[in-house]
């Protein structure tokens, strides 16, 4: 694969990537009321075969996972990045406690494809939404998923480097058990959270930063490095001497011609902002904080 072909193809055209999703089957008759005390986003309402985006939280408002809902008949389709399933279903089973609902998790295949040309290439059914801030785009999911007829198969590291520039957040990187939703971006909270429906488990929190107004100690920003050196994750960022956030995820930007990286900033950073990017066995490089996107 050509790194440049396939994140031109991402960009400018569209392409797909192969990826695996974990999914969690919810199933029984009271799935949607189960789901809709559970999860940031309300599912009573979706249509057969609808999705949303929507955030799965512990009782403190902490980041269990982000994730999308499916409605399937009378169930729903839970699916989160690989290797996050399990959690997902261990938070609904801790929950359950003598409701009729049931969860099943299993990895499955998802092409996603990506690029202006998505909608061209979309099928009429079963295309997934994706919420990526100025990437268009959907995914398909199944064990029988295959890549549109035509679309060019691009690379993973092509694909991360397009998700660092929108700034989506990943499972275990930038969305751990430390994380508040609103750290991790205003447009992720309009995605997933309804502010009009009952009561959910984590909600306090999230009701009480929204009436303030966002005001977070953190804010998930991007990062674009001034030199052609590549920090790697965990790298420090750091304004006058002091440490003010750490690196989530690190790409190669070719719309920027710079390295880029997500990394969580405290809000006394406001962006733009000059700093310096630090790590053990290496020379610090200049580098600047900005708003999300960083293409779009």
Not at 40 to 47: I, K, P, R, T
Not at 181 to 203: H, N, R
Request: net charge negative; glycine share 10%; hydrophobic share 45%.
């Amino acid at each position: 694969m050509n790194l440049t072909d396939d994140y031109l193809a991402l960009r400018q055209e569209v392409g797909a990537v192969e990826l695996t999703r974990d999914v969690v089957h919810a199933t029984g008759p009271d799935a949607a009321s189960f789901l809709q005390g559970q999860i940031s986003q309300d599912v009573e309402g979706l249509a057969d075969g609808a999705s949303t985006w929507s955030f799965l939280l512990e009782p403190t408002g902490k980041v269990v996972a982000w994730l999308r809902v499916t409605r399937a008949g009378d169930g729903f389709v839970l699916d989160v990045d690989e290797d996050w399933g399990a959690a997902v279903a261990e938070r609904l089973q801790r929950f359950r406690l003598r409701v009729p609902v049931e969860f099943d998790v299993s990895a499955q295949r998802c092409v996603a494809v990506r690029g202006p040309g998505a909608a061209g290439v979309r099928p009429n059914r079963r295309a997934l939404p994706v919420d990526w801030p100025g990437v268009e785009g959907f995914d398909l999911l199944g064990d029988d998923a295959v890549v549109p007829e035509g679309v060019r198969v691009c690379s993973l590291d092509a694909y991360e480097a397009v998700r660092v520039e929108a700034g989506v957040p990943a499972m275990g990187r930038e969305l751990t058990e430390a994380t508040i939703p609103a750290e991790a971006g205003e447009w992720l909270v309009a995605a997933g959270v309804s502010f009009t429906k009952g009561c959910y488990t984590g909600q306090e929190l999230v009701a009480r930063i929204d009436s303030r107004g966002g005001n977070v100690p953190r804010h998930l920003r991007g990062v674009v490095v001034l030199t052609n050196v590549i920090p790697p994750v965990g790298a420090t960022v750091d304004v006058d001497g002091k440490d003010v956030g750490t690196l989530t995820s690190v790409a190669e930007s070719l719309e920027r011609r710079a390295p880029v990286a997500l990394a969580y900033v405290h809000r006394s950073v406001a962006p733009p902002a000059d700093v310096t990017v630090r790590w053990d066995g290496g020379e610090p490089v200049r580098a600047r904080v900005e708003p999300l996107p960083l293409v779009s």
